[in-house]
DNA sequence: TCAAAAGTGTTATCCTTACACCCATGT
DNA sequence: ACATGGGTGTAAGGATAACACTTTTGA
């Protein structure tokens, strides 16, 4: 080791993506905003002296900074970019920041008092397929990406940009081929692209007038939140097809069109309600409670809860998302 | 926020878990052993000056402590339990780790030569089941567990201890249902159950004297670092599955049985080879080079190579694991 | 000739996907 | 009566898992 090693100027930042499904069926995170009205995720230095364990700290600032005392709780990532940087004093102190998920459910009523909580979509608009393909991937993203191909200097890049291209935004004709696990990926190509508005407050550079600029829409984040936010989402889609952990956003006891919302929520697109409903049924994820509900507005529909004994019996337990609507 | 917090004394570590299979199908990492014989992960302090992200410090790490440039490299997991501390002057640090998987292919003579090379199943040896299951579990393993549930001191607790230990060891008799993922969760049981040495080196006790421990076999490493080794064979477990990283272990050609030795190396358990290789021409992840290898020992066999073009077909893409053998 | 590995055929079973239809309740 | 959501039957197609067998080489 012959350079001279700094290893003082570092701030370890926790950070929460904290989610639920309200009662309208919309995936929410719970934001904070900074003065400028700008959102951010809840977030706080680690303590070494304070908290235990990285994931103590973080249920710590999580239950100072919001009304929520959180469940389960999952590490993410942990991101480091030179571009987060925090001033301390006269020095520059380098931020790397361990992204955490946790998700919690949240009464109805209690739901409407508590603010701070946005839809997912607001922020990654075009990761919501529930309505079908959202017009703006066809209007917006892929004219600006097929600019951006071909706006590559060499073959190559040009290659590679097709490439990643196709891979994340399933770029055929009949718009088919749609996979809803890679939203850190499409949310990386579309910074790659310089069409995300942190491309140019990261690089300090100033956005382009209004009519020249081709940003996709969806609210921005401050620092990198919202990539964050995109892994967030990105690994809860990937999990909840080998682990229960949708029932985390559930009540104790819910209808299975219920369920099917709340997993449409998190996937982004819709089921087809038998297969969706076999498939409870062959791998015993859920049992009635033998209560029903008046309150679905049509048939009264049977109760059901998380069967508990399936955690002891298999390892690998999830719904997997097939698709139809 | 009231209390007084302290950011100041953390140190960044990063670790590096090196993989590779070597041409007797063995499934190897890259250590370091320390003054007393200890085997360690190369690993170093993140240097927010010089290092522009976490994984370029990693990569100028691994650089300076092995003869490798690595190639494939994906972020695990950022451990920061209390137990991690290191003497700074006089000052206590906290250190966190980030631990960080690496993939490479290493020529044969170069294995030779290259003696930090182990068998990671030296580490973890209840995770190989290709000659079946291993003796340890049944003799050595299930009694202490069975102990260890016993012991309780509430049923609550009792039961909590069998669901682990069920849902981690598939503890029937038949033995089926083993699942080759939960590395990590098989880890931190018997960690739980006070089964490692490592246990006692934490808390700062004394190893109980051999009559009385019940410690199961295989070697231990410094710091956490077999945890973060549980980590890394756990990933690429499951991360096999779907995608294509089987190939950062393969040379440019290969046999289809070498491919299906790696695979094995890697999941621990053997595979059925006619399933295995329908599986490949299914997905369209291999083609033929035209070459053929006399090197088999039997009759030659054909070179293939991996399909790069199916990165921009699909995004899911990788080797699903059917046993039998 | 025999060991060692390459390479192929076939089947039962299960899961996925996709249809289409009937039932019970509130307004 | 009708809208709303609850709840079911069935069938084609494909993937999986499990059989067993022939072929080609080197020693």
Same mark, same amino acid.
């Given at each position: 080791?012959?350079?001279?090693i ?5 701030e ?8 639920s499904?309200?009662?309208f ?8 905003k900074?003065?400028?009205g700008v ?6 230095p ?6 235990t ?6 249920r710590a600032?999580?239950m100072?900074q919001?009304p929520?005392?959180p469940?389960?709780v ?10 987060r940087?925090?001033m ?7 931020v790397?920041?361990?992204g ?12 409407e ?6 839809s ?14 959202p ?10 990406l ?7 200097e060499?073959q ?10 196709a ?6 004709d ?9 939203v850190?990926?499409r949310?990386?190509?579309l910074?790659?692209a310089?069409?995300?508005?942190e491309?140019?407050?990261?690089k ?5 007038p209004v009519?020249?600029h081709e940003?996709?829409?969806?609210r921005?984040? &401050?620092?990198?939140?919202?990539r964050i +936010?995109?892994?967030?989402i @990105?690994?809860?889609r990937g #999990?909840?097809?080998?682990r $229960? ?5 559930m009540?104790e006891?819910?209808?299975?069109l219920q369920?099917?919302?709340t997993?449409?929520?998190?996937g ?9 409903? &076999?498939?409870l049924?062959?791998?015993r +994820?859920?049992?009635?409670? @033998?209560e029903?509900s008046? #309150?679905?507005?049509?048939? $009264?529909a049977a ?10 019996e298999?390892?690998?337990i ?7 609507g």
């Amino acid at each position: 080791m012959a350079t001279n090693i700094q290893t003082e100027n570092i701030e370890l930042e926790l950070s929460a993506v904290i989610v639920s499904v309200n009662e309208f069926d919309t995936p929410e995170v719970l934001v904070i905003k900074d003065e400028k009205g700008v959102a951010q995720l809840p977030a706080g230095p680690f303590d070494p002296v304070h908290h235990t364990t990285l994931e103590l700290g973080l249920r710590a600032w999580i239950m100072e900074q919001t009304p929520f005392t959180p469940g389960y709780v999952e590490q993410l990532y942990t991101f480091g970019n030179r571009g987060r940087v925090a001033m301390k004093g006269k020095e520059a102190k380098r931020v790397v920041s361990v992204g955490y998920l946790a998700l919690t459910w949240c009464e109805e009523d209690q739901a409407e008092r508590l603010a701070p909580w946005r839809s997912w979509y607001e922020f990654l608009p075009w990761e919501d397929w529930r309505q079908g393909r959202p017009e703006m991937i066809d209007k917006h993203i892929l004219p600006s990406l097929k600019r951006w191909i071909a706006s590559a200097e060499t073959q190559t890049e040009r290659d590679d940009r097709k490439r990643r291209c196709a891979a994340c935004f399933a770029m055929r004709d009949d718009g088919a081929g749609w996979d809803y696990e890679p939203v850190l990926e499409r949310y990386e190509l579309l910074y790659s692209a310089r069409l995300l508005p942190e491309v140019f407050r990261d690089k300090g550079e100033k956005l382009p007038p209004v009519e020249e600029h081709e940003l996709v829409p969806g609210r921005s984040m &401050r620092y990198d939140h919202r990539r964050i +936010l995109a892994t967030a989402i @990105g690994r809860l889609r990937g #999990k909840i097809k080998y682990r $229960p952990v949708i029932f985390e956003l559930m009540p104790e006891s819910f209808t299975l069109l219920q369920l099917q919302k709340t997993m449409e929520a998190i996937g982004g697109y819709q089921l087809h309600k038998q297969n969706f409903r &076999r498939l409870l049924e062959n791998n015993r +994820l859920v049992e009635e409670t @033998g209560e029903m509900s008046k #309150k679905t507005g049509g048939r $009264p529909a049977a109760l059901f809860q998380f069967r508990k004994e399936i955690l002891s019996e298999r390892v690998a337990i999830g719904v997997k998302m097939s698709p139809s609507g």
